[in-house]
């Protein structure tokens, strides 16, 4: 009989089928029971597909013995005399089972399974669902690994382009490198190895989607915790990062030991840890400003290399007015405002530059001119609003781009009015966010 089954029967159902899947175990991390129950409810199909029953069909493994048997739970009919006791093991069908009527009293008998007579169909379907649950299995693995590693920097190499977006291969995954999250100018060679920060990880119907970037400001401060031991050991502390990817970014530092400088243990020996990261980054010139408690001293630390003279403050409104001698003056704006846009970031504060010179000739002319007509706070980043109220960079960017307002990525400014209407919404105040996914809610914002 042996000699005239299936071939795949055979396979199937001896010690080799029991090696096979305690080898898959081992190499693709998948636990043997559930490889055993996928393979067990191919066997229910497919005998059920064979005989048309609805039988229960179960596997018995013994991993000891290699030995596999299929046993079949069949519902036996009996008839039982009126007035006579029914037996413990015999019960009566509260609903049709296949051709047995509602009511008929039976006895389930348990039989092996002559798997010849539908061995064929049975290896078939036994290895096309292995195969589906191995493919889910690794998406699973995947997944977990890198959705513990959102917010990380990982290594990986230029696969190949497809339009504007990047492939990048993570080991045995691949992730997309946007072009939103591309630094602008940089180019992208097949082999080429770069370092990317985790942004997001997706699920979808094939392979779980990794977004990495290339702008993010965090990227900046991952890469000082790969450089410089002090920021990776916390004694040196990363306050504010503000960036213009590709071109240049400003980094406050602080120092928890006094003995320590941050400026200084940033930057490393004749420069070599801060030039590490420009060269990762493909040129970006980095500024590392000293952080202080002051806002005066601070703001005069993030505008270098420029040095100013003078800076008032007005805590009203978070503004403040500094006066830079004429020779520093186009150095501390910057080239088309460069240098004070990072520093207005980095420190929070909105910044009006003006020159010796300007003050001397009117001091209460340029103190009304730079003083708002109204007060306005800050913007603020998307990323940087989404980190304070503990939700994904995207969930916001997709909101306000639903409502029509002109996001495109996590670095996009974000206005105090919507800022506070965000807050509000996930707060609980007029709705919550599924509320306002789902549209019960619209809001009408306008970008400045």
């Known amino acids: 009989m042996a000699s005239n089954a299936d071939p795949g029967v055979d396979l199937l159902m001896n010690g080799e089928f029991i090696e096979a899947l305690e080898q898959l175990e081992k190499e693709k ?3 043997f029971a559930s490889l055993l129950q996928t393979v067990e409810a191919a066997m229910v199909s497919a005998y059920r597909k064979h005989y048309g029953v609805t039988e229960d069909v179960r596997i018995e493994v013994d991993r000891n013995k290699h030995t596999v048997k299929t046993i079949a739970r069949r519902p036996v009919p009996l008839e039982i005399a009126e007035g006579e006791t029914v ?3 015999v019960v009566v069908l509260e609903e049709e089972v296949g051709e047995l009527p509602a009511g008929t009293a039976v006895r389930y008998e348990e039989h092996e399974v002559d798997t010849g007579e539908f061995g064929r169909i049975a290896a078939q379907t036994a290895k096309q669902v292995v195969m589906q649950r191995i493919r889910e299995a ?3 693995i995947v997944f977990d690994d890198f959705s513990h590693r959102v917010g990380e920097v990982v290594t990986g190499e230029v696969q190949r382009r497809d339009g504007r977006n990047v492939y990048i291969a993570l080991g045995r995954v691949e992730a997309i490198l946007p072009a939103h999250e591309q630094i602008p100018g940089e180019s992208y060679r097949f082999s080429d190895r770069l370092k990317v920060y985790v942004l997001d990880v997706r699920r979808t119907t ?38 213009e990817p590709g071109a240049r970014a400003k980094v406050a530092v602080a120092s928890r030991d006094p003995q320590v400088d941050p400026v200084g243990a940033c930057v490393g020996h004749r420069g070599a ?30 505008l270098s290399p420029a040095k100013v003279s003078q800076v008032t403050l007005d805590e009203s409104d978070h503004s403040a007015v500094v ?7 186009s150095l501390a704006i910057g080239r088309r405002g460069q240098n004070v846009r990072l520093a207005a970031q980095l420190t929070g504060w909105r910044i009006d530059i003006r020159s010796e010179s300007q003050w001397a000739e009117a001091p209460e002319a340029v103190a009304v001119a ?37 996001i495109t990525s996590h670095a996009s400014n974000v206005t105090p009015e919507q800022a506070a209407m965000l807050r509000e919404l996930l707060a609980g105040g007029e709705g919550t966010l599924e509320a306002l ?4 809610i619209v809001i009408a914002l306008e970008e400045e």
Do not use: C, W
């Open 323 to 329: 006066i830079a001698p004429d020779s520093q003056l």
């Open 437 to 440: 996914e789902a549209g019960e």
């Open 29 to 31: 991390d998948i636990p």
């Open 87 to 89: 037996p413990p093991d």
């Open 206 to 243: 094939k392979s779980p989607q990794i977004v990495v970037s290339r702008t993010h400001p965090t990227l900046i401060s991952r890469l000082f915790e790969l450089e410089v031991p002090e920021v990776y050991e916390g004694i040196v502390e990363l306050r504010s990062v503000a960036r």
């Open 138 to 140: 690794e998406r699973e």
């Open 273 to 302: 840890r801060v030039q590490a990261i420009v060269d990762e980054l493909r040129g970006e010139k980095i500024d590392i400003v000293r952080y202080n408690d002051e806002p005066a001293e601070y703001l005069k630390s993030a």
């Open 370 to 406: 730079a003083k708002p007509a109204k007060p306005a706070r800050p913007s603020m980043r998307v990323y940087e609003l989404a980190r304070e109220l503990d939700v994904s960079s995207r969930d916001l960017v997709e909101i306000l781009q639903e409502e029509g307002v002109e």
